[in-house]
């Protein structure tokens, strides 16, 4: 019986079918221009560009362009590159023009359909964003692709790591600027800590598109990129805490070794309080208070340090360091740290050197940075399964783009097996009997450790001549995908190894010629070879087409139907044959956590012998529920964090905006006053309050609050005595005293000389209170689940709380920025002093699945910023390069560069 959904597709076809055939009638009139096209010389086709652009000025919009501009390239591509984009490219250029993710198989050319909407998006001069996973992508696109713009006079520009920032805002200046997602998060963030708008590399978010969008917006999406900088020195700090811990009874805290974690009774909190009242750490009456956040991680750390972590088992003091043990392997780790904290708080306790921790300086996560973009597009060859979460998410709605030919590849039903070793016999069978007839292999595994395994097993067996592949070294790894079509080759790969490359049969013709002819020079010994490897590849394909294409065998399931997607999608592109299976055992990750047990005792008593295999539909549909399942619960982690995210990127873009707003002003006198005041009020209302008798004013404590923060000495006791007189009139005559000064100073230092001054002051304090605030939330973040226990949702706490946090933030702003302009005075060495600097900076992503760092910490710094000491001039500042905050000064005073020429003088 078919349902009535069922009933109305086989009518109508799905909506997808329906969407997909709403372009038919603009890919007919693409089709129609076509000899018009032809018949132009390449000089009127490029003049064609100039005409759009004319049009758009006019007024026209880029999709009212869309037809002629499609056929444009369509042409230009033919001539430039040899390609001819088909019908369905044409559809899938369409998809990526409207706010949309085109999913289109493995060899179906995404790299050529985002020429078309790219082409039609950069003629309004905003600038088009083309992401890729890597570096090595990257550069081959942009170099590619880049002969097609070049026809069209459109210019190309490439970020990767290494460039400097003169180099990144000539390429962010070009029409089509084709980058990895971690170069333009870096960059934002980087550009949003800069001290004056011409230093700015980036010059807007018009329109991206992100290829493999699904690696780059779910996969990498579940953790944040990451700035982090050099902490001032607060070793007195933890040692002042440390010194409390041992004042405390066992009463007075908790311990869970299970969970490790360490918490403060009710007793211990009241004793902690009165020991930090006493050392004057501790703000407003109690420790839970917002202001307190960050003593609350201090104090957890320190417990944790003497209750939980035991020296010569957990850590080792070695030459006077603290060094962390191998839980596993009882190895000492040299050099691996602690962190947020924890490894400081150990070298207080076993009182060695305490080095400077890391503090995170600026964050994004992709999902916000992407969302910046007043136009987003995503091409990958899997991303039905996670449409809920781009619509959710991005508003991304995913698209089938149909294959140009046919699919012919043949999936198989999975094999299951008992235990991994008979999987393995299984597996390394089937590659023997495979090779032996000359099929190509792709042999898919879900880790680095797993494939180097197989690879271990396969020369045990005596098997030589494979490759084993690691989604590490991106250039090499595409070389050796690109050959993996070769007949009888096997190949072992993480299932996400070698993107962006084709794995086509018989070897990648180009990649061969790259690899093979580099150094030749032109002439008939080079177009010998080149004719050579040609017929060769083309008898190789014809080989492994006759050996069934290429066969992909999965080792295990992956917990995402997304990427087992993508490892099967990598045989039968563009209508070859192919073939996919995968092998399974019971103690594979996702068979064990579902239930595998029962299934075990099962198969036992079906009398299931060593060696045999269980096939069947049914099992292919239960672990295709298990991954569903999983997939549901990454998706409310990620949306659960993204709401957290959120509260911070809402403040984030406010103090963004506000920093170009300060750089853009021409005059900040108004903003500075404003700020003036508002300190003012809190000073007059908090010494002479609203509505109070005379003899209850303190007058002393205002003038001597406002000696501290103004610089001024008012006599304020004085007027306190006047007869009749209230707190509005002192408020006046304060107001009257502070702005009559702060004219006097901005006639004495010239006005452009002033709005330097005010401009350095407010950027410097305001940066530094936002990396307070950061690390403030980050606090707040690892402890606010603890309120679910008191029936309070964490996320309106954390909500409110970082709301008070972010007040507390511009009342210090307002506070610091005033002290520091009424105490500040013109130097005449002021003329040699640089640009404020940029900190010292290291970036960060930590990868979702291992761990680890990809970037390992390097710097954010291109090398050619960096000047040698022996080459800097003391007597000239502009041969300094980039210090160093804690660097001793080049200009030879002794002090800390932060404290001479990379500060402003105060008096």
């Not at 191998?326 to 040299?334: A, S, V």
């Not at 235990?419 to 042999?443: D, F, H, M, N």
């Not at 177009?527 to 083309?538: L, M, N, T, W």
């Amino acid at each position: 019986m078919v349902s009535f959904g069922g009933l109305a597709r086989k009518i109508f076809g799905s909506s997808n079918e329906r969407r997909v055939k709403s372009y038919k009638p603009q890919v007919q009139a693409i089709n129609a221009l076509e000899e018009s096209m032809k018949a132009l010389s390449d000089e009127q086709l490029a003049a064609k560009t100039v005409e759009f652009r004319q049009e758009i000025a006019n007024g026209k919009t880029v999709d009212d362009l869309i037809v002629p501009a499609f056929a444009v390239v369509r042409e230009a591509a033919r001539r430039s590159l040899g390609l001819r984009p088909f019908d369905v490219q044409l559809v899938g250029g369409m998809i990526l023009n409207s706010n949309a993710i085109a999913e289109m198989k493995t060899g179906e050319g995404k790299t050529l359909v985002a020429t078309l909407p790219v082409y039609l998006n950069a003629l309004n001069g905003r600038g088009v964003h083309v992401v890729t996973v890597n570096d090595y992508l990257a550069r081959r696109d942009s170099q590619i692709m880049g002969r097609l713009y070049g026809f069209l006079g459109l210019t190309t520009g490439v970020i990767v790591h290494g460039l400097s920032d003169e180099e990144r805002r000539e390429a962010y200046a070009c029409d089509i600027t084709y980058a990895t997602n971690n170069e333009l998060g870096f960059d934002y963030l980087r550009d949003n800590m800069k001290f004056d708008r011409g230093q700015m590399v980036q010059r807007g978010h018009a329109f991206a598109i992100v290829d493999e969008v699904d690696s780059i917006l779910v996969d990498e999406a579940r953790t944040p990129l990451i700035i982090s900088g050099p902490l001032d020195d607060r070793s007195d700090l933890y040692n002042a805490i440390d010194a409390f811990v041992p004042l405390l009874s066992p009463e007075d805290y908790e311990i869970d070794e299970k969970q490790r974690s360490a918490n403060f009774s009710e007793a211990g909190t009241e004793k902690l309080e009165n020991l930090l009242r006493e050392a004057g750490l501790l703000k407003g009456n109690s420790l839970y208070d917002v202001e307190n956040v960050a003593i609350v991680h201090h104090v957890n750390n320190a417990l944790k340090a003497h209750k939980l972590f035991q020296r010569d088992k957990d850590y080792i003091v070695r030459n006077n360091e603290v060094v962390i043990i191998d839980e596993f392997t009882g190895r000492m780790m040299p050099g691996r740290r602690y962190s947020d904290g924890q490894h400081q708080a150990l070298e207080a306790k076993e009182r060695v050197q305490i080095q400077p921790e890391n503090q995170t300086l600026a964050s994004i996560t992709f999902q916000n940075y992407f969302r910046m973009y007043d136009k987003l597009a995503g091409m990958t060859g899997t991303a039905s399964t996670e449409a809920e979460e781009f619509a959710n998410i991005y508003g991304l709605d995913v698209v089938e783009v149909p294959t140009n030919l046919p699919i012919k590849r043949i999936d198989e039903d999975d094999e299951v097996y008992r235990t991994a070793e008979e999987k393995y016999k299984a597996i390394i069978a089937e590659i023997r009997e495979a090779q032996s007839r000359g099929q190509p292999l792709l042999v898919g595994t879900t880790s680095i450790e797993k494939s180097e395994l197989l690879a271990e097993m396969l020369k045990q067996s005596g098997f030589s001549g494979f490759q084993v592949l690691n989604a590490r070294y991106h250039e090499q790894e595409a070389y050796i995908v690109s050959q993996a079509g070769v007949p009888g080759a096997v190949t072992i790969a993480t299932n996400m190894a070698g993107r962006g490359t084709d794995i086509q049969l018989g070897g990648n013709i180009d990649m061969r010629l790259e690899h093979e002819l580099a150094g030749m020079e032109a002439g008939p010994e080079r177009d010998a070879k080149e004719a050579a490897i040609r017929e060769e590849v083309q008898q190789l394909k014809q080989k492994a087409l006759a050996a069934g294409g290429l066969y992909v065998i999965a080792t295990e399931r992956h917990e995402s139907r997304r990427i087992d997607n993508q490892l099967r999608g990598r045989s039968g592109r563009q209508g070859d044959p192919g073939r996919s299976k995968f092998y399974l055992s019971l103690q594979d990750d996702l068979m064990r956590i579902f239930g595998s047990d029962r299934m075990d005792s099962m198969l036992q008593k079906l009398g299931l012998k060593e060696g045999e295999a269980i096939v069947h539909p049914w099992i292919n549909k239960a672990l295709e529920r298990a991954q569903k399942k999983v997939e549901a619960r990454n998706f409310d982690i990620r949306k659960n964090l993204l709401k957290y995210d959120d509260v911070l990127n809402d403040q984030r873009k406010v103090i963004f905006e506000q920093r170009i707003e300060l750089m853009d002003a021409e005059d900040l006198t108004e903003t500075v006053a404003d700020m003036r005041h508002e300190v003012i009020e809190g000073l007059v209302s908090r010494y002479i309050p609203e509505r109070a008798y005379a003899e209850q004013w303190d007058a002393e404590g205002l003038r001597n609050a406002i000696r501290e923060t103004l610089n001024m000495d008012l006599p304020v006791t004085d007027w306190a005595k006047e007869e009749g007189i209230g707190d509005e009139e002192i408020r006046e005559r304060i107001l009257a005293a502070t702005d009559a000064a702060a004219a006097d100073k901005a006639e004495r230092f010239g006005q452009e000389i002033m709005t330097y001054v005010e401009r350095s002051i407010l950027l410097q304090t305001l940066d530094l209170l936002w990396r307070e605030h950061i690390v403030n939330l980050d606090h707040l973040r690892s402890v606010i689940g603890f309120r679910g226990y008191a029936q309070r949702d964490p996320l309106q706490e954390y909500k409110s709380e970082a709301f008070e946090l972010f007040q507390s933030l511009l009342h210090n702003l307002r506070q610091t920025v005033t002290t520091q302009l009424a105490r500040a005075e013109l130097v005449r060495e002021a003329a040699e002093v640089p640009q404020p600097q940029l900190p010292d900076m290291e970036a960060h992503h930590f990868d979702p699945l291992t761990g680890e760092d990809d970037f390992g910490g390097q710097t954010m710094y291109a090398a050619e910023e960096v000047v040698a000491v022996e080459d800097r001039n003391p007597q000239d500042p502009a041969t300094w390069g980039r210090v160093g905050r804690n660097e001793p000064c080049p200009c030879g005073s002794g002090k800390k560069y932060k404290h001479c020429h990379g500060a402003y003088e105060s008096a």
